[in-house]
C-alpha cells in the first residue's frame, strides 16, 4: 500500500534580524517521503548539512536560518515526496528590527562630592540588541565589562561606575547604543558644585586707615565665579579681584 505524503499546514513567522529561526517539515507517508525545500531566491535545497553558512537542512526536514538578516524574508516552500505523489507546506518569514532606544533621559547633569562612588546608568533596548559605548571626557571609549585603570568600569548592562571620584572626572561622558537599523545617544555633564575652601575669619580686627586683604578661595569644576556682598557700595576703598580676594582700606 502506498500513501501519499502530506504536510502540516504552513505559518507566517516572524523574526527579529540576527536571530535563528527553524522550520519545520514534518511528512508522513509510506514509503517515506523525501523533503526538499525552495528558498525565497529559487535556491534548492535536498542535501543534509550546511548550505553558504547561511542555512541547514537536518535529517527530520527542518530547515534552520543561522542568523535571519532582511534578505531572508520570503516565502519558504517545503516539498514532501514519494512514489505516490507529492504535497507541500509554504512558510512566509517576515524579519523584523526595532531601532536602539534608552530608557534614561538623553541629558542629565549630575552634580558630584569628591571621594565618593558613583553609577550612571545607560540601559538600552531594540532588536537585535545594541552594542553600547561610552566616550568618556577625554576622548577614551569603552565597551562593557571593559576597565580603565582600576576605577572606571563599564558593566555588562551598560552601566558606569567611577570610583572614588574627583575633579579631574569632570565634564562630557557620552553613552551610544547602535544597532544595524538605529543608533541612540545618551549625554551626562558631571560636574563638581562650588565649594569654599578657604574664606577669611568671621571677625578681623585692623587698624583704621590700614589695608587689609580678605581672601576667599573656592573650588569647582566648572571653576566657580565669586563675589563679595559689601557693607556698602564699591568706591575707592574697595577692591574686589576676579580671583576672590577683596583688598578693603579702612
Not at 502540516?8 to 507517508?29: H, K, M, R
Not at 545594541?130 to 577614551?140: E, N, Q, R, T, Y
Request: hydrophobic share 40%; aromatic share 8%; charged share 15%.
Amino acid at each position: 500500500m502506498i500513501i501519499a505524503a502530506s504536510l502540516y499546514e504552513g505559518l507566517d513567522v516572524s523574526v527579529f534580524l540576527g536571530n535563528p529561526v527553524s522550520l519545520d517539515c514534518i511528512a508522513v507517508g509510506k514509503p517515506e517521503a523525501q523533503i526538499s525545500w525552495i528558498l525565497p531566491d529559487r535556491t534548492f535545497v535536498r542535501d543534509i548539512g550546511t548550505l553558504d553558512r547561511r542555512v541547514s537542512l537536518f535529517p527530520n526536514g527542518t530547515l534552520s536560518i543561522h542568523s535571519a538578516n532582511f534578505s531572508n524574508k520570503g516565502d519558504y516552500k517545503c516539498i514532501a515526496s514519494n512514489a505516490a505523489g507529492a504535497d507541500t507546506l509554504t512558510y512566509h518569514i517576515r524579519v523584523a528590527a526595532l531601532p536602539p532606544i534608552i530608557v534614561e533621559v538623553s541629558h542629565e547633569t549630575i552634580f558630584m562630592n569628591a571621594g565618593r562612588n558613583i553609577y550612571v546608568d545607560c540601559t538600552a533596548k531594540g532588536e537585535p540588541f545594541p552594542l553600547i559605548k561610552w566616550v568618556l571626557p577625554d576622548g577614551s571609549q569603552m565597551k562593557p565589562t571593559q576597565f580603565i585603570g582600576s576605577r572606571i568600569f563599564i558593566f555588562p548592562n551598560g552601566t558606569l561606575y567611577i570610583k572614588n571620584i574627583n575633579p579631574n572626572d569632570s565634564g562630557r561622558y557620552e553613552c551610544s547604543a547602535t544597532n544595524p537599523v538605529g543608533f541612540a545617544k545618551r549625554t551626562v555633564i558631571m560636574v563638581f558644585p562650588p565649594q569654599i575652601t578657604h574664606a577669611p575669619p568671621s571677625i578681623t580686627r585692623v587698624n583704621s586707615g590700614s589695608p587689609v586683604i580678605l581672601n576667599c578661595i573656592a573650588a569647582g569644576i566648572p571653576k566657580p565665579d565669586i563675589s563679595w556682598t559689601l557693607p556698602g557700595q564699591s568706591g575707592p576703598r574697595f577692591n574686589v579681584s576676579s580671583e576672590g580676594w577683596c583688598l578693603l582700606t579702612v
